[in-house]
């Protein structure tokens, strides 16, 4: 009887130490954000480590949501392929945009120190890091710090491996001259790919979506109020602003969608501003209601975010952040950045600072354009530093 009594002491006792190493997995798992496709990579987040889970059901034959894109998110191979396949960008990561021209015209292989304004997924900083000469600095920028430091330890060993050395700046990119400065270095090669990331956007907890409900957020990472912070404080008068600055509404169908957005208390969530939004009846004949949702979630990001005063600033900053003869490349994604970069570089052309730029921004390809949905608005303009002004 002592005995049978010992055996199922035992075997009480083993369950539950499986159960306490499967929960320091599991808050392990959680801590490092192995959502990520790149952490997924990690030897803590090897399918051996995981502890089971019951596959979760979706309504259809494909996940919807962004929590239900579990397998994209944990780099599932064959379904990130399909997902790539059909022009989409899967969950928890971001399909850079027209490497192979950026890297033509920031001609990295002779350059000794690059700056990446917007690290992101990395895409573009990993077809850096291959180019750059061995020795040479990589300083990679992002208000983003939980992305920052997701793809900087993901980079790390590429960098290594390249003899490249990489540092990571959890910074505005308005800062860059600065922090060059502080260094005492100056960017044979900049690039700024403008805007949020795919990451930030699927997210819906980060609210950048109307797709799916979500807090009225929008931060990229520093900005110190949110969007619903914001409209809170904001005016028809302010509101009407930002959306014909950062989407191109005319006055009056600014005014008719900032009336509509600010007629009852604030939205607190995505879904609820898009609803106020689709409801306005519009002048602009071919702009459909999602359409309308889309861009007033533009303008109130690029606001929320700053987005155009960070732009000017690193603009302006150029001239003496680049050392003579280096090159910048800017990809924008709407007409408000566009303009900002255009003017910025034929001011610089006209004045000397520059010697060359991009005289018609440089287009996606069809085929990236078909292959990467996201690309479709993109135009890449890139500026050559004089040797001596
Ligand atoms: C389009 S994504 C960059 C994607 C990246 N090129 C890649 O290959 O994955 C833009 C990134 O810039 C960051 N960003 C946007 N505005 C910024 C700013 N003013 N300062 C620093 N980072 C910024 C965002 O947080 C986002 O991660």
Known sequence: MLRVLLWCAAVVQSFRFDARQRCTVQRHAAASGASN????????????????????????????????????????????????????????????????????????????????????????????????????RLLCFDRDGVELARTSKRLAPLASDGNVELEAVHANYARVGAELAQRHVRASCLLADLGCSSMQIDDPERGFTFKRDGPLD??????????????????????????????????????????????????????????????????????TGDDAVKRAMQALRIVVNGEFAALEELLASLPDILAPGGRAVFLTFHSGEDRRVKKSFKKGIASGIYTDAARRPVRPSPQERRSNSRSGCCKLRWCVRALDS
């Not at 494909?62 to 599932?76: C, H, L, T, V």
């Not at 404080?233 to 009336?259: N, P, Q, Y």
């Open 218 to 287: 929008m931060r990229m990472g520093l900005a110190e109020a949110t969007a619903a912070d914001w409209l809170g404080r904001a005016s028809i008068k302010e509101l009407s602003a930002a959306l014909r600055d950062g989407a191109d509404f005319s006055r009056r169908d600014a005014r008719e969608i900032a009336v509509a957005i600010l007629k009852e208390s604030v939205p607190a969530t995505t879904t609820l501003l898009a609803d106020r939004v689709r409801a306005v009846r519009l002048e602009e004949e071919d702009c």
């Open 37 to 136: 496709a790149a952490d997924a990579a990690t030897p803590a987040a090897t399918p051996a480590a995981a502890p089971h889970t019951r596959r979760k059901r979706y309504a259809g034959r494909y996940p919807r949501n962004f929590s239900e894109r579990y397998k994209e998110q944990a780099g599932d191979e064959a379904t990130v392929k399909r997902v790539l396949e059909k022009g989409g960008t899967p969950a928890g990561t971001h399909v850079p945009i027209m490497v192979s021209e950026c890297l033509e015209h920031l001609n990295a292989t002779g350059a000794d120190v690059a700056v990446d304004c917007t690290l992101g997924y990395g895409g573009h900083s990993s077809a850096l890091i291959a180019a750059l000469p061995p020795n040479a």
